[in-house]
Nanobody
Framework: QVQLEESGGGSVQAGGSLRLSCTASGRGLSNYAMGWFRQAPGKEREVVAAVSWKGGSTTYSNSVRGRFTISRGYAEHTAYLQMNDLKPEDTAVYFC????????????????????WGRGTQVTVSS
């Protein structure tokens, strides 16, 4: 059983920054990508960013590219999302995701292929 634990959410004013962290634990972890989705009230979930096992490949949604940076930790069972220049439209619950097929699932929108999801952390940006 793999578990994903997010931290770092909170409230911030527009233009501010937050850093989300995700730690994976459990058996069966190997060579998996990690990433972040978000879901705002009344909206569908959307991919935010994803990073490969060793961190060499990343992908971002158009809405966050240039403002958010995803990275893997020294211990590869961690992932971070540095969020800068936050906007009110970034307000959402952010979910950490992981899986060997994650990058392909993000590219093809086959989100059912993603193995693991965290419980989410709230990010609120006020204007």
């Amino acid at each position: 059983q793999v578990q994903l634990e997010e931290s770092g959410g909170g409230s911030v004013q527009a233009g501010g920054s937050l850093r989300l962290s995700c730690t994976a634990s459990g058996r069966g972890l190997s060579n998996y990508a990690m990433g972040w989705f978000r879901q705002a009230p009344g909206k569908e979930r959307e991919v935010v960013a994803a990073v490969s096992w060793k961190g060499g490949s990343t992908t971002y949604s158009n809405s966050v590219r240039g403002r958010f940076t995803i990275s893997r930790g020294y211990a590869e069972h961690t992932a971070y999302l540095q969020m800068n220049d936050l906007k009110p439209e970034d307000t959402a619950v952010y979910f950490c995701v992981a899986g060997e097929l994650l990058l392909g699932a993000v590219a093809t929108h086959k989100y059912g292929d993603i193995d693991y999801w965290g419980r989410g952390t709230q990010v609120t940006v006020s204007s």
